[in-house]
């Protein structure tokens, strides 16, 4: 069959999006899938062989996005580790409400090559284009967004404050766990298993799309 997709602003020829395998594994408190998801995050989103474009899929990028992909900032950025230039364009592309998810996975990519000060970096860029929370699971993504960006006050600050809306016991036990973290300026990775007893048992979070069943339908399967 002869392909007939092509990227949305220069009609070069590109694949299908990537879709990555149910993850078998618990996910990070961040949300990251676990494996096998996990280890495809490389073949999450497509460059453009024709103008360079990135996106998840090259052809449902809106046309008016070329001008952000023809400037000197999209042309000249680089990344440490270069593995994550492809999610740090792919932010100056998106809506500005899906910035923060690529910059998080520019950290996890980061966290994949070993570069620490980057993955801090990312993180903590992620949080500043996060926003207001629109629900706990947006919360509690943040928290541990900022525990893993250094930002422990900040974490405390908004665990406290979601502490103050008497959320569900699977959410208060995700909380528990996270405040413990800061209080002992623990800022490392944690899985969602270790949160929650017992663990989840699918603990499904894609990757590519936003859900409109919340985090905890998503995580428990319900």
Known sequence: ????????????PCSPPFRAPPPQLSPDLDLRPGEPTRSTIGRWLQSCEGCGAVAPDLARLPPEVIEIVESEAYLSLAARP?????????AMLCREGDRAGALLQAAWVADDAGDDEAAVHYRKEAAACWGEPDG??????LIDILRRAH?????EECAALVAEGAPDDRAMQILNFERA??????????LM???LKPPARMPHVAHGRTEKKGFFSRLFGS
């Open 1 to 12: 069959m002869i392909n007939t997709r092509a990227c949305a602003l220069c009609a070069t």
């Open 151 to 155: 930002l422990l006050a900040a974490a």
């Open 193 to 195: 298993s270790s949160a």
């Open 82 to 90: 270069p593995e994550a230039t492809p999610f740090l364009r792919w």
């Open 181 to 190: 973290r800061i209080a002992e300026r623990d800022t490392g990775r944690h």
């Open 136 to 141: 706990i699971e947006s919360a509690l993504r």
